[in-house]
C-alpha cells in the first residue's frame, strides 16, 4: 500500500509505467471545497473521507494533487464530469476517486479490460455513397511515458516533449510527410493560412485554464501537417498529442486507415528516439488528460446534410442518436450551437470498445439516419 511521506520521494515508479503506486510525498492539506457543481460526477464521488484520506498526496511525475485535479468542479457551476489528471500516475494515486468516476461515466465494471484494434481491413462497407456527407474526421488523443498530462505537465517537460515530437515528425515519408509549425514566434501567414484551414487551436477556453492546461502559453505547443492537409498532430494542447486524419467526402475507411497509419508512424518515431512508448493501461486504454477520453480517446466524425431530421426537430435527432450509440453537434464544434441542416455526427462511446467497433458503429448509424431522412423529408413535405 502506499504511504505519506514528508520527504520528497517514496516510491519510484516501475519501468513498466506506474502500474505501481508512485506517491510523490505530501502537500499541506487544504480544507474540504466547496464544489460549486453540485451535480458533477467529482460532487457524488469527491466525499470529504476521499478528500481527507488523498488531499495531500502529491504525484511523482509532475507534483500534481486532488485539489488540482478537481478544480473545474469547484470553480464552475456547470461541470458533468468535472476532473482531470495531471499526469499517469493521477489515476493511479486518486484511484478511489478516479475510479468510481470513470465506471459510471462510461459504464463499464470494475474490473473491465480494454482491447484496441487499429485493423481497417476488419471495417465491413462504407458510408453510401448517396448520403450527402460533407468531410470525415477522425481524431484519437495519445500520450508518452514519462511526461505529465498537460494539467500537470512542467514547463521542461512540455518543451522536451515538443522537441522529441518535432525530431519525429522529421522521419515521416510518402503521405505523411510534413511541416511542424510552433505556435510560439509564430508568423502571422502561417498563422492565418491555419485559420484558413480550421487547424489552428487557440486558448482562452475558461475549463483549459482552469485546469491548468494553458500555463506558459503559447511555448511548447504546436501543429504538425502534411502537404495534402489531410494528416494532422496537435502538439500539447488538452493532450500531449491530438493525432487527426480526415479528408472531403465520406471515405470513413480511407481516413482510418490513414489514421492507423499515422498513430503508428509517430509511436514508432519516437520509440525509436527516445524509447518512450504510448501511456496505455489493460483497464482504462489510452491515457488521456480527461477521464471521458480514456480507452481508444477517438472521436470518429462527419459532417451530414439531415434536412428531414431538421425538420422532425433536433430533441428527435438526438434521441435516435442516443439509440444508435451516436453524437450529434452542431458543425461549429461542442459549444458552438447548430445552424442549417448540416450535422455532426460522432460515435458516442470511448471506453470499453475498440477503434473499429467505434468507427463501424458510426458507419452503419449514419447510413441509418439518411434511410430515415428521407423518410421524413417525404413526411414534412421536403
Avoid at 88 to 100: E, G, I, Q, T, W
Avoid at 140 to 146: A, E, I, K, P
Avoid at 212 to 236: A, S, Y
Wanted: charged share 25%; aromatic share 10%.
Amino acid at each position: 500500500m502506499w504511504k505519506y511521506a514528508a520527504a520528497a520521494c517514496v516510491t519510484a515508479a516501475s519501468a513498466s509505467g506506474f502500474l505501481a503506486n508512485s506517491f510523490y510525498g505530501t502537500a499541506e492539506q487544504a480544507p474540504f471545497p466547496e464544489i460549486k457543481s453540485a451535480h458533477s460526477l467529482v460532487a457524488k464521488h469527491v466525499t470529504k473521507e476521499r478528500w481527507d484520506k488523498l488531499a495531500g498526496v502529491v504525484t511523482e511525475t509532475s507534483g500534481f494533487t486532488l485539489g488540482q485535479a478537481i478544480a473545474c468542479a469547484v470553480e464552475f457551476d456547470n461541470q458533468h464530469c468535472g476532473i482531470y489528471a495531471g499526469d499517469y500516475d493521477s489515476y493511479k494515486d486518486f484511484a478511489d476517486v478516479f475510479d468510481p468516476i470513470i465506471q459510471e461515466y462510461h459504464g463499464i465494471s470494475a474490473d473491465a479490460k480494454h482491447t484496441s484494434d487499429m485493423d481497417a481491413n476488419k471495417i465491413v462497407g462504407n458510408i453510401d455513397p448517396k448520403v450527402p456527407v460533407k468531410s470525415v474526421r477522425i481524431r484519437v488523443g495519445r500520450s508518452f511515458n514519462g511526461f505529465g498530462l498537460s494539467p500537470g505537465i512542467t514547463k521542461q517537460q512540455r518543451l522536451d516533449l515538443e522537441a522529441l515530437l518535432k525530431s519525429a515528425f522529421g522521419n515521416f515519408t510518402g503521405d505523411l510527410e510534413g511541416n511542424y509549425y510552433p505556435l510560439l514566434g509564430m508568423d502571422e501567414g502561417v498563422r492565418q493560412q491555419l485559420v484558413d484551414d480550421h487547424f489552428l487551436f487557440v486558448s482562452g477556453d475558461r475549463n483549459l485554464i482552469a485546469a491548468g492546461m494553458e500555463r506558459d502559453w503559447p511555448e511548447g505547443r504546436g501543429i504538425f501537417h502534411n502537404k495534402e492537409k489531410t494528416f494532422l498532430v496537435w502538439v500539447n494542447e488538452e493532450d500531449q498529442t491530438r493525432i487527426i486524419s480526415m479528408q472531403k467526402g465520406g471515405d470513413v475507411k480511407a481516413v482510418f486507415e490513414r489514421l492507423a497509419r499515422a498513430i503508428k508512424a509517430v509511436e514508432d518515431s519516437v520509440k525509436k528516439e527516445s524509447g518512450k512508448e504510448f501511456m496505455c493501461d489493460e483497464k482504462y486504454g489510452y491515457i488521456h488528460s480527461c477521464p471521458t477520453n480514456l480507452g481508444t480517446g477517438m472521436r470518429a466524425s462527419v459532417h451530414v446534410d439531415l434536412p428531414g431530421w431538421t425538420a422532425e426537430g433536433l430533441g428527435s435527432l438526438q434521441a435516435r442518436c442516443e439509440e444508435l450509440a451516436l453524437q450529434p453537434r452542431g458543425t461549429r464544434g461542442e459549444s458552438g450551437g447548430q445552424t442549417g441542416i448540416t450535422y455532426d455526427i460522432s460515435n458516442k462511446h470511448r471506453l470499453g470498445y475498440s477503434e473499429v467497433q467505434l468507427v463501424q458503429c458510426m458507419i452503419d448509424g449514419v447510413n441509418t439516419l439518411y434511410k430515415e431522412d428521407l423518410e421524413l423529408q417525404k413526411k414534412h413535405g421536403l
